[in-house]
């Protein structure tokens, strides 16, 4: 540690060689945590909904919220089979079926249910104002965020328009890209005439009971009725509906470790640049009784420095940039939260810390290697 001065005054004797390469991998790192949040939030929902033991009723063979109309009195049928905590009618409206990042999604639900349902608590407004006015909603934060919406506006998507009652958060950050409305006011809306049908019904089990055996139970239930079921654990609906997208997710891995290459390729080359511009240096630090170890070792220290320096800067501004802006992407009404953590601003400087100390091996062995008298005799 005591070499530290020395070694900062190295690095800054080249300074806009210095400053490239920690601004290339604050980018790198900038990009890296992005996919990783992405990812973070996918995950983060799947655990959620695996640990809630929720089932989803949808229409079969349907793929689009829009394309789904339930009768909403199968709601009283499925209430009596055994096991079945409670069911909430639903009816979604989505401004975009597709993959998109700026999804508005509104789930009608009955007001005197969604307090008992959901763990939301209130950052401005009052659940009496939404339980009293049919056309009210309740905004998630992120959404709120997003679009600038504070408590007594009117929000509008389309023919939709209802008064923000209130905006909450919630333990989960995906919910916090919906918005809930009445169902009556969701089903009665202009151009949709939905009353008397429902996109689809979550059911609450009591513990204990097999997820799997009652989504056969319920299908068969309405096997001969009017419109056929398809039922699904809670996240397994949410991993379905997300489809294509998952899989986008997944290929933008190898954008992350793109930029971890792109990280070891910066730092190794500046590395590479400074041992050959101070080869009389190394020979002449060699020469007053530094051993080739510890020439090896400042070597890999300017090299990790520069690597560490540029990833806490791209880490620290993605977690900034991440926590401000609320983004989520989502499809058929299923959001995922970009979601920033510790782990993954662990991960993050982790990543600088290995791809430094990878791209500084090379060049600190040649330093470490070189013959004092042919250095010296360099011009």
């Avoid at 945590?33 to 079969?60: K, P, T």
């Avoid at 620290?316 to 401000?324: C, F």
Wanted: aromatic letters at 8%.
């Amino acid at each position: 540690m005591k070499f530290v001065p020395y070694i900062l005054k190295t690095l800054w004797r080249h300074r806009s060689r210095t400053l490239l390469t920690v601004s290339g991998s604050a980018v790198a790192l900038f990009v890296f945590c992005f996919v990783g949040a992405v990812q973070e939030g996918m995950n983060d929902l799947q655990r959620r909904q695996e640990a809630n033991g929720s089932l989803v009723v949808f229409q079969a063979s349907k793929f689009c919220p829009a394309t789904s109309h339930l009768p909403q009195d199968y709601d009283q049928q499925i209430r009596r089979l055994e096991g079945v905590k409670d069911v909430i009618p639903i009816q979604v409206f989505t401004n975009n079926c597709r993959a998109s990042l700026d999804v508005v999604v509104f789930y009608g639900v009955p007001p005197e249910k969604l307090r008992t349902s959901r763990d939301f608590k209130l950052v401005s407004g009052d659940w009496k104002e939404f339980e009293m006015h049919q056309d009210a909603a309740m905004v998630g934060r992120a959404v709120a965020n997003r679009r600038a919406i504070k408590v007594g506006d009117k929000f509008s998507i389309g023919a939709l328009s209802v008064d923000v009652a209130g905006i909450f958060t919630s333990d989960d950050p995906a919910e916090e890209n919906y918005i809930y409305s009445h169902l009556d006011f969701l089903q009665r809306s202009k151009g949709m005439d939905l009353v008397g049908t429902v996109t689809q019904m979550e059911i609450l089990l009591n513990k204990g009971i097999d997820q799997d055996a009652k989504c056969r139970e319920i299908d068969e239930t309405f096997q001969g009725g009017p419109v056929e079921t398809d039922t699904r654990p809670k996240g397994v609906f949410q991993a379905k509906s997300l489809g294509d997208l998952t899989q986008i997710i997944g290929l933008a891995h190898y954008l992350g470790y793109a930029c971890v290459g792109l990280v070891l390729a910066l730092v190794a080359t500046t590395t590479v640049m400074s041992v050959q511009d101070r080869i009389k240096e190394h020979a002449v630090l060699q020469t007053i009784g530094f051993s080739g170890q510890r020439v090896f070792r400042i070597v890999m220290m300017e090299s990790i420095l520069l690597s560490f320096t540029g990833g806490s800067i791209g880490v620290v501004a993605a977690m900034i940039v991440l926590k401000l802006s609320s983004l989520s992407v989502g499809a058929e009404a299923v959001t995922i939260a970009f979601t920033p953590s510790f782990r993954l601003a662990g991960e993050g400087l982790l990543v600088a810390t290995i791809a430094g100390t990878f791209a500084g091996i090379a060049p600190a062995m040649h330093a470490a290697r070189t013959l004092i008298v042919p250095a010296l005799r360099q011009a």
